[in-house]
């Protein structure tokens, strides 16, 4: 069984960045793929980002190119989300995610973090 542990979340002001960390229990974490994901109040969840088991490949969506960065210490078991120039639509419940396949969609994933609240002011 896998737990995966949220923190960093946080009200800001639009500009300004967050850190957002996910640290996964077992001893397996480097096998599996992380990702990132978002609920705004009344829509849908959505892909943010996804980091591969090395870290060498990363995706991200096109909302989050350029601002957001994945990134993991497997020694850690922990995966980062780096937020800056955050804006007000940035405000959501993020989850971090485990799977055996690094993808985009939700469906690959098998392990969900409680999610952190991010709220960006304007």
């Known amino acids: 069984q896998v737990q995966l542990v949220e923190s960093g979340g946080g009200l800001m002001q639009a500009g300004g960045s967050l850190r957002l960390s996910c640290a996964a229990s077992?001893?397996?974490?480097?096998?599996?793929?992380m990702g990132w994901f978002r609920q705004a109040p009344g829509k849908d969840r959505e892909f943010v980002a996804a980091?591969?088991?090395?870290?060498?490949?990363?995706n991200y969506a096109n909302s989050a190119k350029g601002r957001f960065t994945i990134s993991r210490d497997n020694g850690k078991n922990t995966v980062y989300l780096q937020m800056n120039s955050l804006k007000p639509e940035d405000t959501a419940v993020y989850y971090c995610?485990?799977?055996?396949?690094?993808?985009?969609?939700?469906?690959?994933?098998?392990?969900w973090g409680q999610g952190t609240q991010v709220t960006v002011s304007s």
């Open positions: 980091i591969s088991r090395n870290g060498t490949n990363t």
């Open positions: 077992g001893r397996t974490f480097s096998t599996y793929a």
């Open positions: 995610a485990l799977g055996v396949v690094f993808a985009r969609g939700g469906g690959a994933y098998n392990y």
